[in-house]
């Protein structure tokens, strides 16, 4: 019973996003046995402790918690003395019967065969919210719900006033039982399946495409774009130094063991050193692009733990320097004021690169990757292949992002197919994970 | 005390009285995390902000306990030369030296090659054994008889390889010495291990840690903390001081002000025989709580407003 408790709590956990591993579980069930259930603070103190290991999850762990022991029965060491007593009471064939619980109404019987039906129902399972009513259903079938219901017919049948009263109790407890067990399966609900919601949903969304958004996505489209960001930074961040461990450093290894007379005990290798990653961006923020760049220029700036050099260029018709205006806590309203007054005049792609090599020309250099977002619909304005040759030339990578899908490059005022040959990848973007996608790749290079 | 040691590690009551006689003010959490790390002989992993006493845990702990702390200061580029053992290869290379002339009349004996050859490999040994192993913080608190506190301090500073190195010695006690073979330890050693989450950790050494996360004290823990290093300070003005820092850590500023920094403000209070907060005092010894240039500035305008709120709530 008690490993059973443990074993739910941490299922619940893990549906919550807290990892869990086999070698904590194991941990975890030492610690209750060192501790005890008796005290609840300890308990939720111990369990913390070796549960959750992070603020985050720590969090969560708390949370579930509360849900989880606030309805458990306390298992006690000695075998539970009241639910033998409540199961004799009863005419033996079941001790969880609705008839003899509405008969007997029992706080805690009720609450005992609840638990009960609970686990014959799998109510650990549950992961939507619309199968709260299915799992209630299972419930009731499990409590017997049908030797109820034949009894109520048996009382109508009878047609006599006391019959017909009986029954319409009968009918009333069905009720009240029906929005009990509703009201358990909820809990159950929130407790093992509100975390995997949550996860569907996200994943969900990161397959959505940008422009096709509703405005109602846009907070939790934040909370992805963090957690992508993170995910990012993690494999990014391993250290910068690489050890060539073919070759001798000869220069320090003698330096190293001049104190040996000379004898090389400490062997130095030549090392390589990894150049730190800058990327500038270069982005179009007219129309429908604009969508796409305020998630591409969100996710990009959640990585400056990665990336300590970022620098970032809006243009439509003129480009300007955006890094400031984005260095704020208020990334939305920050980029609403980008596009509100940057984003308001004709596209012109040639004026823009024109700007870059005016006023920025000396952001580019070879450790460079620049990467422009944008349809390239230059209003059949000169492109300035010429700069963008030069820029290509500049940087160590270039990576042209667009919206727009492959077969549209090139019709109308698209000018993509010529950019194209100056990059190294051109990309159809419609997703956060294609983003994602993408600013790995980029950062691979670094290694 | 009759018990010495980790037997006295008995109840998590017990582990908050023993680091309060130490000065050191723990929680309700900070003990039953020692007395799960003790039971279940695992090490802590402590994440924080810095200035929360994560450090100073680890000391106390070996304060109480009687016995000795060894302390390992990560940093990057760390290696196991460092962290675990180094061979004396000073020490090896003066030794065979000196006993050139011994082993030439060893080897006198031996007619042939190989003669001289096998009498050799009976000595191998001799220089690669514990004489002339140089044992670092890690493999010290292995080797303690009474048990001993490792803290193993910033570990986020130190490269991923490393905390690879760290997985032997956390799961196991143990450390593994090539040419010697393993050492493990009698009486594993209370492992703590501080980070300042400059970077994630990787999972295999949370997997292997207990957990505990120390934040910036409640009011009513940090008046504790500094009367027990600042006993001189009086009631008044200490419930003043801790409210004022309290309300600074809720500012918007770089650095928000430590425990170790009150307990030295109210020191500097004391010498300047302060007995109840005034703006000016405040504003005279700022420098003392924050210490970057743009976040006493930041501060300027709410120096009064909370030297007043701290000053009318008594």
């Known amino acids: ?447 | 005390m009759t018990k010495t040691g980790y037997e006295t590690l008995t109840s998590i009551d017990a582990i908050t009285a023993g680091l309060a006689s130490v000065g050191y003010i723990s929680t309700r959490e900070i003990s039953t995390a020692i007395y799960l790390a003790h039971n279940l002989r695992k090490p802590i992993l402590i994440e924080g902000p810095a200035g929360v006493g994560k450090t100073d845990l680890a000391a106390s702990m070996a304060r109480y306990l009687d016995i000795s702390l060894n302390r390992l200061q990560c940093y990057e580029g760390l290696d196991e030369g460092k962290a675990l053992y180094e061979w004396k290869y000073g020490k090896q290379l003066l030794y065979t030296q000196l006993l050139k002339e011994k082993l030439g009349e060893v080897m006198d004996g031996a007619g042939t090659l190989n003669a001289a050859f096998d009498k050799l490999t009976s000595f191998e040994d001799l220089f690669y054994s514990e004489t002339f192993l140089e044992p670092r913080p890690l493999l010290t608190a292995m080797q303690q008889d009474k048990g001993s506190v490792l803290l193993i301090d910033e570990i986020d500073k130190s490269d991923e390889e490393f905390e690879a190195y760290l997985l032997e010695v956390l799961s196991d006690y143990q450390v593994t010495v090539p040419e010697i073979g393993t050492i493990r330890a009698q009486v594993p050693p209370l492992v703590i291990l501080t980070s300042n989450n400059i970077r994630e950790l990787g999972d295999a050494l949370k997997r292997r840690c207990l957990h505990l996360h120390i934040d910036f004290p409640e009011a009513e823990r940090e008046q504790a903390i500094v009367r027990a290093r600042v006993p001189d300070v009086s009631d008044a003005l200490l419930k003043q001081l801790v409210d004022f820092v309290q309300g600074l850590r809720d500012l918007d500023i770089r650095k928000r002000p430590s425990i170790s920094e009150t307990v030295d403000w109210a020191r500097t209070l004391l010498l300047m025989h302060a007995t109840e907060l005034d703006e000016e005092m405040v504003r005279s010894t700022l420098n003392v709580l924050l210490k970057h240039e743009s976040d006493i500035q930041a501060v300027d305008k709410d120096v009064r407003t909370l030297a007043r709120a701290a000053a009318t709530a008594t």
């Open chain 1, 1 to 447: 019973m008690a490993e059973q408790v443990l074993t739910d709590f941490i299922r619940a956990l893990r549906s919550a996003d807290v990892r869990v591993s086999t070698g904590e579980a194991i941990d975890a069930a030492e610690a209750v046995k060192l501790i005890g259930y008796a005290d609840r603070q300890r308990l939720l103190d111990t369990l913390r402790c070796v549960l959750a290991k992070s603020p985050t999850e720590k969090e969560a762990h708390d949370r579930l918690f509360d849900l989880y022991f606030s309805r458990q029965p306390v298992p006690q060491s000695e075998p539970p003395a009241q639910e033998d007593s409540s199961e004799s009471s009863s005419e033996g064939e079941g001790p969880g019967d609705l008839l003899d619980l509405l008969e007997n109404g029992d706080e805690t019987a009720i609450a005992m065969a609840m638990e009960r039906a609970g686990q014959e129902a799998g109510l650990q399972e549950i992961r939507f919210s619309t199968q709260v009513s299915y799992y209630a259903q299972q419930m009731m079938k499990s409590l017997g719900i049908e030797r109820l219901e034949g009894e109520m017919m048996q009382a109508f049948r009878e047609r006599t006033e006391d019959g017909q009263a009986y029954a319409e109790e009968l009918i009333e407890g069905r009720k009240e039982m029906f929005s009990r067990a509703r009201e358990h399966a909820k809990q159950a609900f929130e407790t093992y399946g509100a975390g995997a919601t949550l996860a569907f949903r996200e994943d969900v969304l990161a397959e959505t495409a940008l422009t096709a958004l509703d405005v109602r996505d846009l907070g939790r489209m934040q909370v992805l774009v963090q957690k992508i960001a993170k995910r990012l930074a993690v494999k990014h961040s391993r250290r910068r130094r690489k050890k060539n461990r073919g070759q001798l450093d000869v220069r320090k290894t003698l330096r190293a063991n001049a104190g040996f007379d000379g004898v090389p005990f400490d062997l130095a290798w030549k090392q390589t050193k990894r150049d730190r990653a800058k990327i500038v961006a270069v982005c179009d923020v007219s129309g429908s692009v604009a969508r796409v760049v305020r998630f591409f220029l969100m996710l990009l700036y959640s990585l400056n733990e990665v990336v300590p050099d970022i620098e970032s260029f809006a243009f439509s018709g003129r480009l300007e320097d955006v890094g400031d205006t984005l260095a704020t806590d208020d990334f939305a309203a920050a980029m609403d004021k980008i596009i509100n007054s940057i984003g308001m005049s004709s596209t012109d792609y040639g004026q823009s690169l024109s700007d870059l090599k005016m006023n920025h020309w000396n952001t580019l250099d070879r450790r460079t990757t620049l990467i422009v977002l944008g349809d390239g619909r230059s209003n059949y304005g000169d492109p300035r292949l010429d700069l963008f040759r030069e820029a290509a030339g500049r940087v160590k990578r270039v990576i042209w992002l667009t919206p727009e899908g492959e077969s549209l490059w090139g019709s109308g005022d698209s000018e993509l197919p010529r950019y194209r040959p100056h990059c190294h990848t051109m990309k159809q973007v419609t997703t956060i994970k294609d983003l994602e996608r993408i600013l790995d790749e980029a950062l691979s290079r670094y290694q």
